[in-house]
């Protein structure tokens, strides 16, 4: 069994920068992929980045290529989101996903685990 805990949202003016990070229980954490999903107000939920079990592969939505970061430090079961140049549009509740696989994917039905999500809020 796999338990994720999200933490780092808040309340953000428009260009600023969030740190958000994952800590996940087990200890199988190596061998999940891990994903970021984000659910804005009266959205549906959408992928935002993936990392593969050792970071060498990692995806984001074109929307956030460029500000945003995933990494993993593997030896501590943490998984992060760096979020930077943050806009409005990027205001939602971001969930941390771990899937039973090494290799990355960008379909939440391909994650098994999720967190209960921190709200990120971008003022303008």
């Known amino acids: 069994q796999v338990q994720l805990v999200e933490s780092g949202g808040g309340l953000v003016q428009a260009g600023g920068s969030l740190r958000l990070s994952c800590a996940c229980s087990g200890r199988t954490f190596s061998e999940y992929a891990m994903g970021w999903f984000r659910q804005p107000p009266g959205k549906e939920r959408e992928f935002v980045a993936t990392i593969s079990w050792n970071g060498g592969t990692k995806y984001y939505t074109d929307s956030v290529k460029g500000r945003f970061t995933i990494s993993r430090d593997n030896a501590k079961n943490t998984v992060s989101l760096q979020m930077n140049s943050l806009k409005p549009e990027d205001t939602a509740v971001y969930y941390c996903?771990?899937?039973?696989?090494?290799?990355?994917?960008?379909?939440?039905?391909?994650?098994?685990?999720w967190g209960q999500g921190t709200q990120v809020a971008v003022s303008s």
């Open positions: 996903a771990a899937a039973a696989t090494a290799y990355t994917t960008v379909v939440a039905s391909g994650y098994d685990y």
